[in-house]
């Protein structure tokens, strides 16, 4: 996102949220999370204030992050207690994804801003699932340091702004619980695998939904060893995607897929892992999986 659009973003709105800013001047900024709809997507709602800690007109650098499950919110908050919940997940660049904080800040969310004279507000709107910030309870927070350095734009110990708690999804299912090999036969570099030997080309497991889901559903789970990106994954014997190719690479990696609430019923489900053949070979992919959960309202 470019200087000049954050500016006037941030500058929209101002007479909606002026009680808001005037009930809490002491936050130099406010922040309020809110789920719009059943497919995860959250508001952020935002309103400066300069009365206490007037950076208008003074470039700061904006870290904007969201907790897992925090023990701190709706309330100003030292690095030490935003940082004691759970992950701390901060937006890159552009709000594209997130990176988890381990004692430093590597990138600001929005760099170089310069606030106008009229204490801006506005709001957001975040795709939890894209930034990996939807497994769970969260709340949003900003950090503001003045442009190029480490210093807080708050100073009395209390720097970060934290929100109100959200949940963008509100259930959670097991889906796959054990680890699986999906596969035709076992090679000597499968021997340290969890599942060294195959449970065959095609794997199924069932699994219960109580609710089903009213909206599109996030299926994630891990995978291990693929070669190519051509192994498939059904729900109800309905085709759902591919699972990404490593080269045989021998580690976990996770990946999820977006799924039509149509897909879905009532009780009980299946899922189906399959392997492909690739190349000319005529070699099936082996790989494992495991950890596979679905996420939905």
């Known amino acids: 996102m470019k200087k ?6 941030l500058s929209l709105l101002p007479a909606l949220y002026s009680n808001v800013i005037d009930a809490r001047a002491q936050n130099y900024i406010d922040l309020a999370g809110s789920v719009i709809n059943l497919t995860g997507r959250v508001k952020l709602t935002y309103g400066c204030d300069f009365s206490t800690y007037n950076y208008q007109g003074v470039p700061v650098d904006i870290y904007l992050a969201a907790i897992h499950n925090p023990i701190v919110s ?3 908050s030292s690095i030490s207690d935003a940082v004691s919940g759970g992950a701390v997940l901060i937006f890159r660049p552009g709000m594209r994804s997130t990176y988890t904080f381990t004692g430093s800040f590597a990138v600001p969310t929005f760099s170089n801003v310069v606030f106008p004279p009229l ?97 599109t559903a996030i299926l994630r789970g891990y995978y291990w060893g693929t070669y190519y ?26 990946s999820f897929f977006r799924v039509p609430y149509s897909f879905f019923r009532h009780d009980t489900n299946l899922v189906t892992f399959k392997c492909s053949l690739y190349g000319a070979t005529g070699h099936w992919d082996d790989y494992m999986a495991k950890g596979w959960e679905l996420f939905y309202n």
């Open 4 to 9: 000049s659009n954050i500016v006037l973003l």
């Open 74 to 76: 709706d309330s100003p």
């Open 119 to 215: 204490p801006p507000a506005g709001s957001l709107l975040i795709d939890t699932v894209s930034t990996n910030t939807y497994d769970g309870n969260y709340a949003l927070a900003a950090v503001l340091t003045y442009h190029g350095s480490t210093d807080f734009v708050r100073t009395d110990g209390l720097p970060v702004e934290v929100s109100n708690i959200f949940t963008p999804f509100r259930y959670r299912a097991v889906v796959l619980g054990q680890t699986i090999h999906v596969g035709d036969g076992y090679d000597p570099y499968m021997a340290h695998w969890e599942v060294p030997y195959p449970d065959g080309k095609v794997v199924e497991r069932t699994f219960i939904l109580d609710p089903a889901p009213k909206s």
């Open 229 to 254: 990106t051509a192994n498939p994954v059904f729900v109800n014997e309905i085709f759902v995607g591919y699972i990404p190719g490593q080269l045989n690479g021998n580690y976990w990696s996770r």
